[in-house]
């Protein structure tokens, strides 16, 4: 599935001719586990707060002498009415990424702040680097006006979003600071080190929110391969962005079991031998689905194994005006999208069943932007979306889950490159790609990193989350 203005457009000659003609230049986005190349500088807004600070020193993939910490130095500026004032100190003209302790951020003028480390940026950041902002969740931050400064970032994050080139992202992460449970560098590292480095290439403009796990469930993020022998069930294996999310957790040392209908046999075993995992043919919305996806574990793996993550990928459309759209079409979007992953749920989430979900697991649903916004002729994938979205909250807000330190999280993809949307008519299509901050459409490999993020057992605190991995498209917004 190869964009042809992308290829294009990282040409020479190529760019010189897209530029002419007025088209977008889409930039080849840097993924995998790669940091930025350039230095990350570190800035603070409202105080000196050492959240993110501490964080980034627990990153021990990124070099510390990659780190311009303008907060810890500053330096006196003389404005043009001859005052003098301490402002952080300037940093080089090319770096890797910027990213803003905004925490403590509670007043109007804090926000000056942000935009005066924000400003050089827009230049300055690289192809593919990173804005990273970091507050905390506005509601909880007291006085009328602080709540309003938290707000504010939002606005200026997804506008930032907006105007970065080149294929640099800005984000947003909200911490909890002033409750009881408040967020640790340990509980963000993991996120983080996500925002930085490539595996987050297509989540752009968005809002994350990072809470804090209990003592013990929240490990260190040293391994390259997190999901070592670690039993993962991924359903709708058999193609495009399910084989993607396959992929990326064998890359990252699970057993993978690959479960999609017989019809899609031939697709499911072969991506089961080229990622060394087992193939389970099953149609999902069997009444005994769940029975099914863990008896194939204790069978495959012994009766004391777990699942640590199950990936509910599976879905269909069946796209019709709602004028035009019967029974059959609504029941089978909503069964195969929906009904048939809170059956599964139910059952794996059983403590004593052989092959259940294990303690510390992960469920990770896929919504869409659709879910988010509705869309035309899509109804019944906008109602089953949706409903994902609010099952994630449900489930995430459950106390004994929590408890048994078993998180719940979704990605809502936007305009993904799959053989699901190079049956869209052309002109549509070139809509959906270029309609977005990075005038392009994501990869499979980029929907699979980022639910291999949430399922890292270092991301235990993250839980009822939606994140959408769209390029910040503004369709769906
Ligand atoms: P796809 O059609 O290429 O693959 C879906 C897979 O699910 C297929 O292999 C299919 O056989 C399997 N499947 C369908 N019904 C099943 C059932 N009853 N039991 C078991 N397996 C079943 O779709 P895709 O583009 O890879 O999408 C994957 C997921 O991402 C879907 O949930 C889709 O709604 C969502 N999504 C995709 C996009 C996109 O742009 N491609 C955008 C938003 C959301």
């Given at each position: 599935?190869?964009?042809?203005?992308?290829?294009?457009?990282?040409?020479?000659?190529?760019?010189?001719?897209?530029?002419?003609?007025?088209?977008?230049?889409?930039?080849?986005?840097?993924?995998?586990?790669t940091?930025?190349?350039?230095?990350?500088?570190?800035?603070?807004?409202?105080?000196?707060?050492?959240?993110?600070?501490?964080?980034?020193?627990?990153?021990?993939?990124?070099?510390?002498?990659?780190?311009?910490?303008?907060a810890a130095?500053?330096?006196?500026?003389?404005?043009?009415?001859?005052?003098?004032?301490?402002?952080?100190?300037?940093?080089?003209?090319?770096?890797?990424?910027?990213?803003?302790?905004?925490?403590s951020?509670?007043?109007?003028?804090?926000?000056?702040?942000?935009?005066?480390?924000?400003?050089?940026?827009?230049?300055?950041?690289?192809?593919?680097g990173?804005?990273?902002?970091?507050?905390?969740?506005?509601?909880?931050?007291?006085?009328?006006?602080?709540?309003?400064?938290?707000?504010?970032?939002?606005?200026?994050?997804?506008s930032v979003?907006?105007?970065?080139?080149?294929?640099?992202?800005a984000?947003?992460?909200?911490?909890?600071?002033?409750?009881d449970?408040?967020t640790?560098?340990t509980?963000?590292?993991?996120?983080?080190s996500?925002?930085l480095?490539?595996?987050?290439?297509?989540?752009?403009?968005q809002?994350?929110?990072?809470?804090?796990?209990?003592?013990?469930?929240?490990?260190?993020?040293?391994?390259?391969?997190?999901?070592?022998?670690?039993?993962?069930?991924?359903?709708?294996a058999?193609?495009?962005i399910?084989?993607?999310?396959?992929?990326?957790?064998?890359?990252?040392?699970?057993?993978?079991?690959?479960?999609?209908?017989?019809?899609?046999?031939?697709?499911?075993?072969?991506v089961?031998n080229k990622?060394?995992?087992?193939?389970l043919q099953?149609?999902?919305?069997?009444?005994?689905?769940?029975?099914?996806?863990?008896?194939?574990?204790?069978?495959?793996?012994?009766?004391?194994?777990?699942?640590?993550?199950?990936?509910?990928?599976a879905?269909?459309t069946?796209d019709?005006?709602?004028?035009?759209?019967?029974?059959?079409?609504?029941?089978?979007?909503?069964?195969?999208n929906?009904?048939?992953q809170?059956?599964?749920?139910?059952?794996?989430?059983?403590?004593?069943?052989?092959?259940?979900?294990?303690?510390?697991?992960?469920?990770?649903?896929?919504?869409?932007?659709?879910?988010?916004?509705?869309?035309?002729?899509?109804?019944?994938?906008?109602?089953?979306?949706?409903?994902v979205?609010?099952?994630?909250?449900?489930?995430?807000a459950?106390?004994?889950?929590?408890?048994?330190?078993i998180?719940?999280?979704?990605?809502?993809?936007?305009?993904?490159e799959?053989?699901?949307?190079?049956?869209?008519?052309?002109?549509t299509?070139?809509i959906?790609?270029?309609?977005?901050?990075?005038?392009?459409?994501?990869?499979?490999?980029?929907?699979?990193?980022?639910?291999?993020?949430?399922?890292?057992?270092?991301?235990?605190?993250?839980?009822?989350?939606?994140?959408?991995?769209?390029?910040?498209?503004q369709?769906?917004?």
């Amino acid at each position: 599935m190869s964009d042809f203005l992308t290829n294009l457009a990282s040409t020479g000659w190529g760019r010189t001719v897209t530029k002419q003609l007025g088209l977008p230049q889409p930039a080849r986005l840097r993924r995998g586990r790669t940091l930025p190349q350039g230095p990350v500088v570190l800035g603070a807004a409202g105080g000196t707060p050492s959240l993110v600070r501490e964080t980034l020193a627990l990153l021990a993939v990124l070099p510390q002498d990659a780190l311009v910490d303008t907060a810890a130095t500053r330096v006196t500026e003389t404005t043009e009415d001859g005052e003098t004032r301490q402002v952080p100190a300037p940093y080089p003209a090319k770096i890797g990424a910027l990213v803003i302790d905004a925490t403590s951020a509670t007043a109007i003028a804090d926000l000056e702040t942000v935009r005066g480390l924000l400003r050089p940026a827009m230049k300055a950041v690289e192809t593919s680097g990173r804005v990273v902002v970091v507050g905390v969740e506005p509601e909880t931050a007291g006085a009328p006006t602080a709540v309003a400064t938290q707000q504010a970032l939002e606005g200026i994050v997804r506008s930032v979003g907006k105007e970065l080139r080149g294929g640099a992202t800005a984000n947003l992460v909200r911490v909890d600071l002033l409750t009881d449970e408040p967020t640790t560098p340990t509980d963000l590292a993991s996120t983080l080190s996500f925002l930085l480095e490539g595996r987050s290439a297509y989540v752009a403009g968005q809002v994350l929110h990072v809470g804090h796990a209990a003592e013990g469930r929240v490990s260190e993020i040293s391994s390259e391969r997190p999901f070592e022998g670690q039993v993962v069930v991924v359903t709708g294996a058999g193609r495009g962005i399910g084989a993607g999310i396959a992929e990326v957790f064998a890359r990252d040392g699970a057993m993978v079991v690959a479960v999609d209908v017989p019809a899609a046999g031939e697709g499911l075993s072969s991506v089961a031998n080229k990622i060394g995992g087992t193939a389970l043919q099953l149609d999902i919305t069997a009444p005994d689905a769940g029975q099914r996806v863990a008896a194939h574990v204790a069978q495959r793996f012994g009766d004391a194994a777990r699942i640590h993550t199950i990936v509910h990928n599976a879905g269909i459309t069946r796209d019709k005006l709602l004028a035009n759209t019967d029974e059959e079409r609504w029941g089978s979007v909503l069964e195969v999208n929906l009904a048939a992953q809170i059956r599964i749920n139910d059952v794996l989430l059983d403590a004593s069943l052989p092959g259940g979900l294990d303690e510390g697991g992960r469920v990770v649903g896929v919504a869409s932007t659709s879910g988010i916004a509705g869309n035309r002729g899509q109804t019944n994938y906008a109602a089953s979306k949706a409903g994902v979205i609010g099952l994630v909250r449900a489930m995430g807000a459950d106390e004994r889950l929590a408890r048994r330190g078993i998180t719940v999280n979704a990605v809502a993809p936007g305009f993904i490159e799959t053989e699901m949307t190079a049956r869209v008519p052309l002109a549509t299509r070139e809509i959906g790609r270029r309609i977005n901050s990075l005038q392009q459409g994501g990869r499979p490999v980029d929907v699979a990193e980022t639910i291999a993020w949430f399922a890292q057992p270092a991301t235990a605190a993250v839980t009822g989350r939606v994140l959408r991995v769209c390029g910040q498209s503004q369709l769906g917004a």
